[in-house]
């Protein structure tokens, strides 16, 4: 494969910290979900080339960058997040050709490719976890993964108390190749994604040639899942508690967040800055703290990590504006980009979410007020697009789509559904295939139907139903990120000012802009802020004052 490389970063203009600053600093990036995203060959599952006949509708959007989740060579059992192979594509997703003509096409439109690493695992089927199988105790690559013996008499029992984010121990015993039981591996997710030992020098050495081939292949940048699992606790400890999923976000587990993976990180951040074209890592890394978040995008580490404390807060004006000032606190001492994302492929769509009673988290079962949070999700995204950084979208949520609440069992393809004790396990709903046309057996997505089934009327939200629409939230989307572009006080940045405001809203001035929500049921009157730049719904003045509708945002110019 011949190396190509990204567009060159013409960088963009930070006024308040006075400096030039790199395109991830400012930029909107869309999340590409590929099975569910289009189908290029009519099989019922997105693919590469799927993804690649709709960049065009992705630049009108307006977006910088398009990170695609896993498309690697894979047994599918955790939706391509169990890797076999990361230099090769999945035949469901097409093949390495696919991949360099979609990165070369991206750039000929002026879009950057981010693409998911998964360093925390890999999947049982991969070589080198096999032939640690096949070769029993004493393999040289079981010290690629970690292999303990079990405790008890017999070796009967789990070597610690670890239990996995899908449900049950974190451990699975092997079989010995004369058939009698062996020892344990660990996986902190599902029993066929086997985690990598990162004390190991081969694993290392390993994924500083996968980040080159990508990198030569021409991709801006990596997401890396489950950036803070990397490095376990020495020695393994017992956690001595039950229910650890309810621990996780409150406190550094010895699993999670360990200081050593930033070593890790650093050593990768010097062959990113190899490569001209500002090469970016993201990180996502659930951490206790936004503070802890910030580790990961020091100056010589990453450049980004998602900030899931923003993703998981209420529609409440208190609580949203103490994670604004928390996070943009948190990431201004390291000088790196505050994130701002509100649905991902894990979570329940904030139209969904916003839509139900707060404190249910952000996997969600009912299908709330659909109404209520469609307004609410409108007004939310106007409000991050507002703030200064870098803003995430996932597929579909530019169509305000819901989640798909009501799947039935057999549909279901989550692993973490078929587990006991685990995450809810209904990651499936925000997964189902958008719609890209009103009619059709699956609403444009493909012609030979789609992968999870589409609610009846899925195609009034289509890309087709909504284009050129007045007020429709595709539109709002398109509008939103044209103006950010254009404004020269939004993006980039590291601060906002706060104005005086009723309770229940928002009010906050950056450069030549001022942006007002209003987070109850209500209208409110407040003065006029300027003039109308955007809103989230249809607002009219009133000589000084205007009345802002109940879950609304405006923007305005000053």
Same mark, same amino acid.
């Given at each position: 494969m011949t190396q190509h490389l990204a567009a060159p970063s013409t960088g963009t203009s930070d006024e308040a910290a006075g400096h030039r600053t790199g395109w991830w600093q400012d930029a909107v990036i869309y999340q590409v979900y590929p099975r569910s995203f289009a189908d290029g060959n009519g099989d019922g599952m997105g693919d590469l080339a799927g993804v690649r006949g709709r960049l065009p509708y992705l630049k009108e959007l307006g977006v910088d960058a398009v990170w695609l989740s896993p498309f690697y060579a894979s047994p599918q059992a955790d939706a391509g997040y169990d890797v076999a192979d990361y230099r090769a594509i999945d035949p469901m997703f097409g093949s390495l050709l696919d991949a360099d003509a979609l990165i070369r096409d991206a750039h000929d439109l002026g879009l950057r490719i981010i693409v998911d690493l998964v360093p925390n695992? %890999?999947?049982?089927?991969?070589?080198?976890? +096999?032939?640690?199988l096949a070769e029993g105790p004493g393999s040289a690559l079981r010290d690629r993964y970690h292999f303990r013996p079990? +405790?008890?008499?017999?070796?009967? =029992?789990?070597?610690?108390?670890?239990?996995?984010? *899908?449900?049950?121990?974190?451990?699975?015993?092997? $079989?010995?190749?004369?058939?009698?039981?062996?020892?344990?591996? /660990?996986?902190?997710?599902?029993?066929?994604? !086997?985690?990598?030992?990162?004390?190991?020098?081969?694993?290392?050495?390993?994924? @500083? %040639?996968? =980040?080159?081939?990508?990198?030569?292949?021409?991709?801006?940048?990596? @997401? $890396?899942? $489950?950036?803070h699992g990397l490095v376990k606790a020495e020695g393994l400890p017992d956690l001595g508690t039950h229910d650890q999923l309810k621990l996780l976000g409150n406190d550094v587990m010895p699993f999670f967040d360990q200081d050593g993976v930033h070593e890790i990180y650093r050593s990768w951040r010097t062959i990113l800055d190899e490569y001209p074209g500002d090469r970016i890592a993201v990180a996502e890394a659930w951490t206790p703290t936004v503070e802890r978040t910030a580790n990961y995008v020091r100056p010589d580490e990453m450049h980004q990590a998602f900030n899931f404390q923003y993703l998981a807060t209420a529609w409440d004006a208190a609580a949203l504006r103490e994670v604004i000032d928390t996070s943009l606190d948190a990431m201004r001492p390291v000088g790196a980009p505050t994130t701002w994302v509100l649905s991902n492929h894990d979570?329940?769509?904030?139209?969904?979410? *916003? &839509?139900? !009673?707060?404190?249910?988290?952000?996997?969600?079962?009912?299908?709330?007020?659909?109404?209520?949070? =469609? @307004?609410?999700? @409108?007004?939310?995204?106007? /409000?991050? =697009?507002?703030?200064?950084?870098?803003?995430?979208?996932?597929?579909?949520?530019?169509?305000?789509?819901?989640?798909?609440?009501?799947? !039935?069992?057999? &549909?279901?393809?989550?692993?973490?559904?078929?587990?006991?004790?685990?995450?809810?396990? *209904?990651?499936?709903?925000?997964?189902? !295939?958008?719609?890209?046309?009103?009619?059709? %057996?699956?609403?444009?997505?493909?012609?030979?139907? %789609?992968?999870?089934?589409?609610?009846?009327?899925?195609?009034? /939200?289509s890309v087709e139903a909504q284009t050129g629409a007045a007020g429709s939230t595709l539109e709002l989307y398109r509008a939103a990120i044209t103006a950010r572009r254009a404004h020269p006080g939004l993006g980039a940045g590291a601060d906002v000012r706060w104005l005086d405001a009723p309770a229940g809203l928002l009010a906050f001035a950056r450069p030549g802009f001022v942006c007002t929500v209003n987070t109850t049921g209500a209208p409110v009157r407040i003065p006029v802020q300027g003039t109308v730049l955007l809103s989230s719904a249809p607002v009219e003045t009133d000589g000084d004052t205007v009345e802002l509708p109940a879950d609304t945002t405006v923007w305005w110019t000053v």
């Open positions: 695992h %890999s999947s049982d089927q991969h070589e080198w976890f +096999k032939r640690a079990g +405790k008890g008499a017999t070796g009967e =029992l789990p070597p610690n108390d670890w239990e996995s984010i *899908f449900g049950g121990p974190a451990w699975t015993r092997t $079989v010995n190749p004369d058939g009698t039981p062996g020892e344990w591996y /660990l996986h902190l997710f599902a029993p066929e994604q !086997p985690d990598f030992n990162w004390e190991h020098p081969a694993v290392a050495d390993e994924f @500083r %040639s996968i =980040l080159r081939f990508w990198l030569d292949m021409g991709v801006d940048g990596f @997401r $890396v899942d $489950v950036a979570v329940t769509r904030h139209a969904t979410r *916003f &839509a139900n !009673p707060a404190g249910l988290g952000t996997q969600i079962r009912t299908p709330g007020d659909r109404e209520l949070g =469609l @307004r609410r999700a @409108r007004a939310a995204s106007l /409000l991050m =697009l507002a703030l200064p950084g870098s803003a995430y979208v996932y597929q579909g949520e530019e169509l305000g789509l819901p989640d798909v609440t009501d799947l !039935p069992d057999e &549909a279901r393809q989550d692993p973490s559904f078929f587990r006991a004790d685990g995450q809810d396990g *209904f990651r499936d709903g925000c997964r189902v !295939p958008i719609p890209w046309t009103r009619e059709g %057996s699956s609403y444009g997505f493909g012609a030979g139907g %789609s992968w999870l089934p589409q609610p009846t009327g899925w195609g009034e /939200l």
